[in-house]
């Protein structure tokens, strides 16, 4: 099935360090979502966005969605150990009648914080 | 805890076997979807459910898979003839579609998945 482009795959930073990951798509999305898994968990949303071109914070997160349509990238600042997991990005296309909201997922950003 | 639930958490099974695996959404949920992770990726779509009625269902669905939702409440996904390639993580989600509600973004809300290892 079609997934997105994310990347890095994983990142290994310090506590403190800012951290940066971006989605790509060859196709365009109505809304951008980014999600956080814990193991043995099902993913978290973290970040909805809904508008080309939006910026949205949410405590030390903040996201963008691309003015494509098809990009989006995720910041975290001034990371700390609980920030440990992975996180996907993903896109939500629906359809004129509003039918099908299924998400498409990024292959996901392994974060790692050393204290 | 009224999140979505998944039953088992962990299933092992022999090759061949049939497993069957529960969903329940949260209560005044009236979509829910599965999805397949397997390890090092993220979810695929599966299926999805508006009410009892089954909508659509991905290629990655092959005819040993099936879905049930009866009663428009909790979801049951059989797997018969398990193979070693259908080891992964499966994942229920539930959400809220509101009648006339033409476009726009609708939150899913994941249940903690079942993750199968076949043998």
């Known amino acids: 099935g079609q997934q997105l482009n994310q990347s890095p795959q994983s990142m290994f930073i310090q506590e403190g360090e800012d951290v940066s990951m971006n989605c790509t798509s060859s196709?365009?999305?109505?809304?951008w979502l980014w999600y956080k898994q814990d193991p043995g968990e099902g993913p978290v949303l973290l970040i909805a966005?809904?508008?080309?071109?939006e910026l949205t914070s949410n405590g030390r997160l903040t996201a963008q969605f691309g003015i494509t349509r098809k990009d989006s990238f995720l910041n975290i600042s001034a990371s700390i150990p609980s920030d440990v997991g992975i996180y996907f990005c993903?896109?939500?296309?629906?359809?004129?009648?509003?039918?099908?909201?299924?998400?498409?997922f990024g292959k996901g950003t392994l974060l790692t914080v050393n204290p | 805890d009224t999140g979505v639930s998944q039953d088992p958490r962990h299933k092992i099974t022999k090759r061949g076997q049939n497993v069957t695996f529960r969903c329940d959404p949260i209560?005044?949920?009236?979509?829910l979807y599965w999805y397949r992770q397997t390890l090092g990726q993220g979810p695929e779509f599966l299926t999805y459910?508006?009410?009892?009625?089954?909508?659509?269902k991905s290629r990655l669905l092959s005819d040993r898979f099936s879905a049930e939702r009866p009663k428009g409440s909790f979801s049951t996904l059989e797997i018969q003839r398990t193979e070693q390639g259908d080891s992964a993580m499966y994942l229920c989600?539930?959400?809220?579609?509101?009648?006339?509600?033409?476009?726009?973004?609708?939150?899913?809300?994941f249940g903690p998945g079942t993750r199968l290892t076949v043998l």
């Open positions: 989600a539930s959400s809220l579609v509101r009648l006339m509600e033409a476009s726009g973004y609708n939150e899913q809300f």
């Open positions: 196709s365009i999305f109505n809304t």
């Open positions: 966005l809904y508008k080309a071109g």
């Open positions: 993903a896109g939500q296309l629906s359809d004129s009648g509003g039918s099908n909201y299924k998400l498409t």
């Open positions: 209560s005044e949920h009236n979509r």
């Open positions: 459910f508006q009410n009892e009625a089954q909508l659509e």
